[in-house]
């Protein structure tokens, strides 16, 4: 294993959990396809070195050492064509993480802290702020049952990124996408089975117009327009088990921490898919 050198490259948090390596092993398809390094980078939090019998730096650095190389193994035990990176650095993990994001095609972490089956304090300030998109991995899903790609768009938006990279993902992963729109009825206070209908089939109409042209860019891609009255979590709720990956801007992040959140609390019980948060266009 070698000092990782800075270059662009598909970014790993690794923290010694089972979920940073299954963040590393979801991200080898993403290096593989874009033809650039994975890089596993540890952070030492100068802050809370350990104090213990067996020292602190060298102690903490025999721990960053164990983490990495664990993730590196489960990587290289895939067999796939990617070039491996490694780097521990002395750094708070958000600010290591953050600035290893400037030059990063795509940064990786997992969805629940080291100690807590939350979403971890890292990773939701990663989502947040980082210049590059956020994988926020929940698992690593077993062959013969991919799922598929959700796209949460705002009609009332031009941006088309989380448009575009969702279907570079459903492109990746062989999978059908969905993507869906949201719409607010005039009055909330309202609930007329009818008048849902009807809205959701215009704005599905409405959907299905702005996605002509990108079906010419992806024939490949299984594409279905679905239209939800209120939240894309309604959607998620209703098809849970089927979804291996929703994609949202970053204005959606609360929502995308209520997808990650406990199955007992969320407002999915029991989904388990992994969040890739796609950066506004005025990131700085």
């Given at each position: ?78 067999s796939e064509p990617v ?45 947040a702020s980082a210049r ?153």
């Amino acid at each position: 294993m070698s000092t990782a050198r800075r270059a662009p490259a598909v970014v790993v948090g690794i923290d010694g959990s089972r979920w940073a390596v299954d963040a590393a092993l979801w991200a080898v398809d993403e290096a593989v396809s874009r033809d650039v390094p994975l890089r596993l980078v540890y952070a030492i939090d100068p802050d809370t070195v350990t104090r213990s019998a067996y020292g602190t730096a060298a102690h903490d650095l025999a721990v960053a050492e164990n983490a990495i190389r664990d993730a590196f193994v489960a990587v290289e035990s895939m067999s796939e064509p990617v070039k491996i990176e490694v780097e521990i650095r002395r750094e708070a993990p958000i600010s290591a993480l953050r600035a290893a994001a400037k030059s990063a095609a795509l940064l990786c972490v997992g969805a629940r802290g080291l100690m807590s089956d939350r979403v971890g304090p890292t990773a939701t300030a990663l989502a947040a702020s980082a210049r590059c998109p956020v994988a926020l991995v929940l698992r690593v899903r077993r062959p013969g049952r991919p799922g598929c790609v959700v796209a949460a768009v705002d009609e009332a938006s031009t941006d088309d990124r989380v448009l575009r990279r969702a279907l570079e993902e459903a492109q990746l992963r062989r999978a059908p996408l969905r993507v869906v729109t949201m719409w607010h009825a005039r009055y909330t206070d309202i609930h007329d089975d009818r008048a849902a209908a009807e809205g959701n089939r215009l704005a599905r109409a409405r959907l299905q117009r702005r996605l002509t042209e990108w079906k010419t860019r992806y024939p490949g891609v299984d594409v279905e327009a679905v239209a939800v009255q209120g939240n894309p979590l309604n959607y998620l709720a209703a098809n849970a088990e089927a979804v291996q990956l929703l994609v949202v801007a970053r204005d959606c992040v609360h929502s995308a921490m209520e997808v990650l959140g406990r199955p007992s609390r969320g407002a999915i019980a029991g989904n388990k898919c992994s969040v890739l948060i796609c950066p506004s266009q005025n990131v700085s």
